[in-house]
């Protein structure tokens, strides 16, 4: 088992990427704790796991809210005793999100408020706790926008996805010296709801799937088993990395410097 005494915490996770990878952290041996705003989807998560023999408990949290991050990083120490995975997941991908002229202020508001407030806030109160336990993993869940922006227009998205590199970059340097590993994951397009609800039209999908060299949609379980390495002792000399799982589509369009 990979993750064999691992205590790991997934945001995001009634649902896509954070679903998958609870469900394979568990197989691998890791004590988790689910947070989600979704209660009824992160509680079928939890009794799947508890299913199959796994070791979860689930804990409600908006990870926009700080003090409800830091509750969730308390309660994973409580119950477990540690803290050595953090998996920063959690996102939205607004249906009202477009361009600079038709995104409201409030839709890029939130948009930032989960998926950049959220992962420095799993990161402001998480790092402490993995100090405590002699180091361990960060996993921030960015996208391959924030290396070549999007086909079709979601600006407060695809920025947000930017912030979340940027700020990815910066922890893994500050903290390479502590045991503390930071990794962004960057999934190309997904065949998941919060993808397939903004691509809502076949055309929207086809003007996707243009540009993914492997033509089709990458699958949540693909982006567990990446999420899995860099969360495992594997990858014990990797951090600071956009760690691209997206079909060959950077590597069509990104031009080396």
């Known amino acids: 088992m990979r993750l064999k005494d691992k205590v790991a915490l997934i945001t995001g ?30 509680q079928a998560t939890l009794k799947e796991i508890l299913d199959q023999g796994g070791k979860a408990s689930f804990f409600k949290a908006d990870v926009s809210k700080a ?13 477990y005793g540690a803290l050595h995975i953090i998996f920063n997941n959690a996102g939205i991908m607004h249906s009202d999100d477009g361009d600079a002229i038709g995104t409201e202020e409030e839709i890029f508001d939130l948009t930032y408020a989960i998926n950049v407030k959220g992962v420095f806030f799993g990161c402001k109160y998480g790092i402490p706790a993995l100090r405590r336990a002699g ?9 391959f926008v ?19 590199l940027s700020m990815t970059r910066e922890l893994a340097v500050i903290h390479a010296r502590e045991n503390i590993r930071v990794n962004a994951l960057c999934p190309g397009p997904l065949r998941t709801e919060l993808l397939m609800k903004f691509l809502n039209t076949e055309e929207k999908k086809q ?11 990458g699958e949540a379980r693909e982006m567990a088993q990446a999420a899995l390495f860099l969360a495992s002792d594997e990858s014990s000399y990797t951090t600071g990395t956009e760690f691209m799982v997206d079909g060959g589509i ?7 410097e």
């Open 13 to 42: 996770a009634s649902s896509g990427i954070g679903k998958e990878t609870a469900l394979l952290f568990a197989k691998e041996g890791a004590s988790l704790v689910l947070t989600d705003i979704d209660t009824d989807g992160g």
């Open 146 to 164: 924030a290396i070549l922006g999007a086909a079709t227009p979601q600006l407060a998205y695809t920025a947000s996805k930017g912030a979340v």
């Open 135 to 143: 180091g361990g993993s960060i996993i921030n869940t960015a996208s």
């Open 67 to 79: 003090a409800e991050c830091e509750a969730m990083v308390t309660f994973t120490e409580q119950t």
């Open 207 to 217: 003007r996707r799937l243009v540009h993914v060299p492997m033509g089709r949609f």
């Open 250 to 256: 950077t590597a069509a369009y990104v031009t080396p």
